[in-house]
């Protein structure tokens, strides 16, 4: 996974990386790398060949740690971010103080992969410590081109499989990927002052911050929810077809993010739209369900 010069006396919960500025609690490796293998992704499936497994685990570990810079890192975010964004381009052009990055560099070169991705997740978590609100819909979508799409841009990359059609169906998995979160973690996002219910829904349903801070959805919310849902099923069905243009373990790999998509969809129906009073999880039953259905094109 790259190579590791921490000193074995090292304290849990530390690192020994020259940070530049950016919170230590953030930036353990250890922690990072942990994280992003217990994500709901095909690099935790045991699916995928080692080397593809390997290339995307020092991916999500980059998007791990980008997230918690982000959302959890104390002092200047913004200036943490933007140190961060200087340690990803000495990845192409040098050496990376940061560990995690150290584990990426290698996928980056036996890959070649584009840094315009990575750029843009970090974007994406610029945009959270400035933008609290989204007005139009479009202008969500646009958020979830840096905050999302880049992930599966990025594993086209690793599986070598690149096109400009294939990278447009997976821009809209990604994206329906993205609000389905969305919709699940509202209570959580509101907590950090952050909503990503498009505004002008929120008044075409006449829905006040208010009724999201509830402890239960009203039926408007309930609406509302019900129609973002039904935005990210209609994605998620025009961008299936992209597995069926792979084969293999990366068809399956491809067919369990739709199938992960449409059943944590199902899940946020099964609760009543109510994402205030209830955690809208699948079950592995649904996850199989939905996976066979992808899998046989019947969807």
Do not use: W
């Not at 843009?120 to 479009?138: C, F, P, S, W």
């Not at 990503?196 to 919310?221: C, I, K, N, S």
């Not at 309930?222 to 849902?229: D, F, H, P, T």
């Amino acid at each position: 996974m790259g190579s590791d010069s921490r000193s074995p006396e090292r304290v849990p919960g530390t690192s020994d990386d020259d940070s530049s500025g950016i919170d230590a609690a953030v930036i353990d490796p250890d922690v990072v790398m942990g994280q992003a293998g217990r994500e709901n992704f095909p690099v935790a499936m045991g699916i995928l060949r080692p080397d593809h497994r390997r290339h995307l685990l020092a991916i999500y570990g980059f998007a791990r740690l980008v997230d918690d810079i982000g959302d959890e890192a104390t002092g200047d975010r913004v200036a943490q971010l933007d140190a961060f964004e200087r340690d990803v381009r000495r990845v192409y052009d040098g050496t990376p103080e940061l560990e995690v990055l150290r584990r990426l560099q290698p996928s980056v070169r036996e890959l070649d992969l584009p840094i315009e991705p990575l750029l843009g997740l970090i974007e994406a978590n610029r945009q959270d410590q400035v933008v609290r609100r989204y007005k139009t819909y479009a202008d969500l979508v646009a958020y979830c081109e840096l905050s999302a799409n880049p992930v599966g841009r990025l594993v086209l990359h690793v599986f070598g499989r690149v096109s400009d059609e294939r990278i447009a169906r997976s821009d809209e998995i990604c994206t329906a990927l993205q609000i389905v979160e969305h919709l699940q973690d509202v209570a959580e996002d509101l907590e950090r002052d952050r909503i990503y219910l498009p505004q002008e829904d929120l008044e075409r349903f006449g829905v006040d911050e208010a009724d999201l801070a509830a402890a239960h959805a009203t039926p408007a919310v309930r609406r509302l929810i019900a129609c973002e849902a039904h935005r990210a099923t209609l994605l998620l069905r025009s961008g299936a077809p992209l597995a069926g243009t792979l084969r293999g373990r990366e068809r399956l790999a491809i067919a369990g993010f739709v199938a992960g998509g449409r059943a944590a969809v199902t899940a946020i129906k099964d609760v009543g739209f109510d994402v205030l009073a209830h955690r809208a999880k699948p079950g592995k039953a649904s996850l199989l369900r939905e996976l066979s259905g992808v899998l046989v094109r019947k969807r």
